[in-house]
């Protein structure tokens, strides 16, 4: 039995995302920043767990943020030994510049911060490169490399197909992402043995 966590900022497309793997059997009709506690649901002999949604949510103190990040990586802490895979889900269009405006105060953004902790703890992670369905075809290739870069991964993001999943959860074309996560599985079982 193996427990993979989903992470990633409010609106990112999370909850479409396990909907469309899991379907509804992971949280449903939640409001930003109202759950703080993590979700989960029993697949077979995996634990799915849905991580409360971090970053900016408006309407919320900023000290909210916090108290989510921090329970967030404590939960990660206490759990690391079971939990075999991360999935950190990104808005695509969105990451570059996210990252840049932080980076310009200083300060390394939740996501990367988060990608970072994952993989110290030595859980192996993969990033769900979500919304790619509102990128142009010519600019796909350059957008992905930039997400690769900013996550201290150097590009061309080819490179990083094991780790970049480009996905759209609302297309429900997430063929990328389950074809990592059979992989990963797959390895998996064959180290049980
Ligand atoms: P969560 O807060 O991360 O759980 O995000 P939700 O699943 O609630 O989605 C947030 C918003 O992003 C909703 O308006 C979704 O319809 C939209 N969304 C989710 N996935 C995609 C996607 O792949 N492409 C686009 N264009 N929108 C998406």
């Known amino acids: 039995s193996f427990e ?6 409010s609106n990112v497309g999370k909850s479409s995302l396990l909907r469309e793997l899991f379907g509804a059997k992971v949280r449903v009709g939640k ?10 649901v029993q697949v077979s002999d995996l634990l799915i767990t849905d ?3 971090f970053g900016f949510m408006s309407g919320v103190k ?6 989510v990040k921090d329970k967030t990586v ?7 030994e079971r939990i075999k895979l991360g999935v950190l889900v990104i808005d695509s269009p969105a990451f570059p510049q996210i ?41 796909y290739g350059s957008l992905l490399d930039e997400i690769a870069i900013r996550l201290g991964l150097e590009s061309p993001w080819q490179n990083w197909k094991h780790i970049i999943a480009p996905i759209s959860a609302k297309k ?22």
């Open 51 to 53: 991580m409360p949604g």
């Open 172 to 193: 429900g074309d997430i063929k990328a992402l389950k074809g990592l996560l059979r992989d990963r599985l797959h390895e998996m079982k064959r180290d049980d043995l």
């Open 74 to 80: 404590h939960y990660i802490e206490e759990n690391a």
């Open 31 to 40: 409001r930003p920043g109202v759950t703080l506690r993590p979700a989960h």
């Open 99 to 139: 990252v840049d405006r932080w980076d310009s105060k200083d300060q390394i953004p939740i996501d990367v911060e988060m990608f970072d902790f994952l993989r110290e703890v030595g859980i192996d992670t993969i990033i769900a490169a979500n919304k790619m369905d509102k990128v142009k075809e010519s600019e």
């Open 62 to 67: 900023d000290r909210k943020q916090d108290i």
């Open 4 to 9: 993979i966590i989903f992470v990633g900022r």
